[in-house]
């Protein structure tokens, strides 16, 4: 054998060696790489709220509600249905309104028990970047934030919580009685409503 060809023969067993020691630890075999954990997914709703112009003192104050896709893909949304505003039934739609002393303001409405089913209307499908005003005139929940009036001046606080976390479609249907029968339908109807629970928070002042 010639020189060259031993210093070769040498130079691959010395890699070897080398390979076998890098892939282990501790005298065992190494095991397979790990394995990063997936990202968890990001949001594809966000809700914003504000005011509309100025609030004033013994008026109704107009606030402008909007869920917003922003995501890459297209989904569904649903408004504000009879009794989500009072936690009957999802989506909930909970309004949270402190005063200028730091004390939670008032502001229960009478309704009736009546609480109707989830219908093809009450989902609207939006685009990325598409938004969509869930408390707007034409939806049951289009009382919940333009029937109050303050009383008083100063800096108020409103936070909006809107949950579409629930699976159960007896959650979203209301009344019991309708589960059986229409589940099936309500669970087609959400099939690509995000679950998230979204919350927005506003700061704004009352004037005179």
Not at 49 to 63: C, D, M, N, Q, S
Not at 67 to 74: G, H, L, Q
Not at 144 to 164: C, S
Not at 184 to 199: H, T
Request: charged content about 25%.
């Amino acid at each position: 054998m010639s020189v060259q060809s031993t210093m070769k023969a040498l130079l691959a067993a010395l890699a070897l060696i080398l390979c076998s020691c890098d892939s282990r630890e501790e005298g065992g075999p190494a095991g397979p790489p790990a394995i990063a954990p997936h990202p968890p997914l990001a949001p594809a709703l966000a809700l914003s709220i504000e005011v509309y112009g100025l609030a004033w003192i013994r008026k109704v104050v107009e606030f402008k509600v909007r869920i917003k896709n922003v995501s890459d893909r297209e989904v569904d949304v649903v408004s504000c249905l009879d009794g989500s505003d009072v936690g009957w039934r999802f989506p909930r739609f909970i309004v949270k309104l402190w005063g200028p002393d730091g004390k939670p303001v008032n502001r229960s409405l009478g309704r009736c028990g009546n609480c109707n089913g989830l219908g093809k209307a009450d989902v609207v499908s939006l685009k990325p970047n598409e938004e969509f005003d869930p408390l707007g005139p034409g939806t049951l929940g289009h009382h919940t934030l333009t029937q109050w009036t303050p009383a008083v001046v100063g800096k108020y606080r409103l936070t909006l919580t809107v949950d579409y976390s629930a699976h159960d479609p007896a959650e979203w249907n209301g009344p019991e009685e309708r589960v059986t029968v229409d589940g099936e339908k309500v669970r087609k109807l959400l099939a690509c409503v995000p679950r998230e629970k979204m919350e927005s928070t506003l700061e704004f002042e009352v004037t005179d």
